[in-house]
């Protein structure tokens, strides 16, 4: 997962249904570690966001950067249906990527 090719466009969870922040990063178990341990400041650290419940990679930066841009217009009950679809315990799959 540590490819610099690779992009990954990622929603973060406060908790189960709870409040949502959506990213994107050349580098994803760097990035949701730093959120974890609050050095993200803004937002996420604001509101204890620590928990990676979805995740996508692209090839290019263009089409992570445009499938941010989508997944952020959408209407929140439209992202929690996308978590449900392939996380439906709302599980953090932060350990499944630095495994």
């Known amino acids: 997962m540590r490819n ?9 969870a406060s908790g189960r249904n709870g409040t949502l922040y ?3 990063t050349n580098d994803l ?7 974890r341990e609050g050095l993200v ?3 996420t650290r604001k509101y204890g966001i620590k928990r990676l419940v979805y995740f996508e990679a ?3 930066i263009q089409s992570a950067i ?7 217009k ?3 009950e439209w992202k929690m249906n996308l978590i449900q679809a392939s996380n439906v315990e709302w599980r953090d799959l932060y350990r499944a990527i630095v495994a």
């Open 74 to 76: 959408y209407k929140r």
């Open 66 to 72: 445009a499938r941010e841009t989508r997944l952020k």
């Open 4 to 12: 610099s090719r690779t992009y990954y466009v990622y929603i973060l």
């Open 29 to 35: 178990a760097r990035r949701v570690w730093e959120h």
């Open 22 to 24: 959506i990213g994107v």
């Open 58 to 60: 692209f090839s290019d």
């Open 41 to 43: 400041p803004g937002f």
